[in-house]
Every structure is written in C-alpha cells, then in structure tokens.
C-alpha cells in the first residue's frame, strides 16, 4: 500500500435522520481518529471491530460516536478506513469534519473513496460503476442489473474474453520475432474461432443494452392521442396510485418519481410529461418531425382514443401513423362509461383494451399489457446486461476491431497488421473494466458520484 493521504467526508446524505456517518481513509486515518477519541486506543484494535466512545476537541465533548474501524487493505478503499457514526446534527459533523481536518485529513473530492477502491485494485472499473448505479436504483430491475455487476458478473466475463485473447496476441507477437523465418505460431483457424467467438458474446452484450439501459433507467412510454381523449387523466390514475403508495413513507423525496410507475419491479417513465399535449397533437400535425422523433425515442406508446371523438375509420388511420413509426404500442379506447353496444360493436376488431381512465377501470389490465409489451419476464438473474453507455461504446469498438482481425485472416495480411488490430480490441476491452484507463477517464467517472461515495 502506497502512502495516502487521509480522506475524509460524511457518506451519508445531509437531512433528517438519527445517525450520520463520516467516512475517513488513508494511512493516517486511525491514527487522526485516535487523536481525538476518548474511548480505546484505536491504534490497537483489531481490524472490522466497533468501538464506543466520544470525540472531543480539546476539553469540549462534540459526540458520542460508534467507531468501526478497518484495517488496510481490508477495508472499502483497501487503506486504513474509520468509520464514526454520530448524532445527525449538521452542527456536530461539520465541528468534527473540521476536527480531523486540522488533525492532518483533507476534505475527498466527489467519489474519490470508490475511486481509491478502483486503483487499490478492490474493483474493476465497471464495478465502481455499479456502485454508483446502485445507490441510483430505483426498482427490483434496475437494483438487479447493478448488483450484478458490482458483484463482477459483467467484469469476469470481459475478463475471460481478454485473457484468451491475450494469449493469441502475445503468440503472434512471437511470429514478428522470427519473421524471417515465416512460421505460425497462431493457428489462425483457432484464432479465427476464438475472434468468432469472442465476437458472438460481445455483440450480445451490445444487444443486452437496450434491455439494460430500459431497466436501469425506466422504459420509456408516451401516451399519444388526440386533445381531450383523456391523456393526463389517464396518466394521473397511473401516476396517483404510485403517489400514494410513496407518500405514505415518511421522508421520501416524491419530485423524482412524478412521472414514474413501477410495475412490479419495473419502471415506467412517460417521456417529457409537462408537453404531454403537444406531444399527443403529433396524430394531428402530421408531419411535425420533432413530436415525431419525440415518440420514436419511447421504447412503448400507448395510443388513446375516444370513440365519442372520431369514427371508427378515423381512429384506424391514427393506428396506422402509430404502427409507421415502429415502435411498440398499445390501442386504448378511453371513456368507457359513455361507450355504446354500437361503439363496442364497431371497435371489435381492433381489439382495443377498454379502459375509464377518469374512473379508474381497466388501468390494472393496462398496466399489466404495458409489462408484458416491454417483454422483460424472460430476464434471468444470472443474464449479465450491459447498462452503461460508457462499456456499449467500448464494445462496439471492440467488435469493429474483432471485424478487422477476422478480415485479416480471411485476406491474410502479414503478422503485424493482425496483431495491431488484436491489441486494439484488447484495448477497448480493458476500457471497460479499467486495465486500460486515462486520468481524463477516470475524472470524468469519479467526478460524477457524490462526495462521500
Ligand atoms: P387530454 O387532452 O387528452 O389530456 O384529455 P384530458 O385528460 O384533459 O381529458 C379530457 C376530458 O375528458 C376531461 O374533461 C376528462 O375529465 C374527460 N375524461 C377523461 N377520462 C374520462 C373517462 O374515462 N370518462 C369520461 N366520461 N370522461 C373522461
């Protein structure tokens, strides 16, 4: 373990609650912390062990505290980490954050822990990743994904992909060593399997980013319809019942949920909701690229329609406009409470889900066809997913260099071009998990995780 320099920030958010806890690593952090508790000798305990005691700044008590301490390299960060849970008092954690200031610590930069953790080797870089989106999730998928990967399900696969790579590229390597002698270390009809291969997994991995991406971030829907069909009633019955279910927890922050539904364990978001309207006028304004593009991004639409509106020709052509735009979509026909024999009757064969949106009825079924169109049930818990645009970019590079290698065995080109395109693939691939990173990179990553993290 290098010398580090002590970190310290409260890892816990700033509000209400009993208990905070203050974060510190580094080589000194035990030995920081001593300084001011009362209580055992810190410098003596065993690592993972929590100790009772107070802290004090001269003669002045600032809190009772639990300390739990690790010993580096057994810890989050694999240095020295003390923990100190106190009294949530803003007033108490900023005088003790001073405190360990002037004892020798230094404020940590956003998500310089995990960062830490990253190059003591404690994780890979997808999996600091991970943590991130870990703290982020917000339902069963989206928690899934992210403990998947922070556990390494994502890394262990790269890394098997890269280490029999590895192999090939170094064997090749050997052939520019003897070029005069023109031999083949490599096989190339096994290098060309193993690049098919390898190929194979990493082009499933780009295609397990939609399905990644949507239970990561909420599969995103846009109800689409004529003006006063009903569609922000509609959207408020969906809404409402997920309000109420929220509200009723104390201290839940309801503003990042408004426009979200969680269908058992999925997340639904409904895109640009404030300009729902206009959005929903696309059937009108046909032809306005923008509202267009708008529901082209929706991985779902739901189209609402209002017999008492339009005929039944009419709502058919609207259809149509849904269909061409090739996404998914569910046929609704609202207002079920004014509805006819003769509605129903001439509705028949579009197979509508009939629903009351003002009145609650049919909004249970909607919800569950919803589920079902999105088509995420077959998900395994073991389904290694991509979720990050970071890694899908990576693999998509990787894949056009395997293309290239894969060319250059076909229309043999010599040793060294081939191992060239070799060790780019490598390279995109340890992009992913870190083997391969900048400083830029790494800003970029940390910078976005909350002090603390
Ligand atoms: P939007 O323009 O598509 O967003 O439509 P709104 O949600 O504003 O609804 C237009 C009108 O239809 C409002 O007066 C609603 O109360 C009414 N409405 C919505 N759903 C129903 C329903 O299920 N039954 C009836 N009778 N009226 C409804």
Redesign the pocket.
Known sequence: MANQETIVALATATGSGAIAIIRVSGTDAIAIVNRVFRGKDLSQQSTHTVHFGTIRDGDEVLDEVLVSLFVGPNSYTGENVVELSTHNSRYIIERIIQLLVSGGARAAQPGEFTLRAFLNGKMDLSQAEAVADLIASNSAASHQVAMQQMRGGFSNLLKQLREQLIHFASLIELELDFSEEDVEFANREQLKSLVLEINTVVRRLITSFEQGNVLKNGVPVVIA?K???????LLNSLLNEERAIVSDIAGTTRDTIEDEINIHGVSFRFIDTAGI?DT?DIIEAKGVERTREKMRQARLIIYLADPQQDDVDEIDSQIAEVAALGVPYVVVV?????LTQTHREALANIKPLFI????NVGVEELKDELLRKVNLHNLDSDDVLVTNIRHVAALRKTSESLGKVLDGIDNPVTSDFLAMDIRQALHHLGEITGSVSTDDLLDNIFSKFCIGK
């Open positions: 319809g003006p006063n069909v009903g569609k922000s009633t309207r929903m609202n207002k079920t409470d004014l009351s949106a003002k009145n």
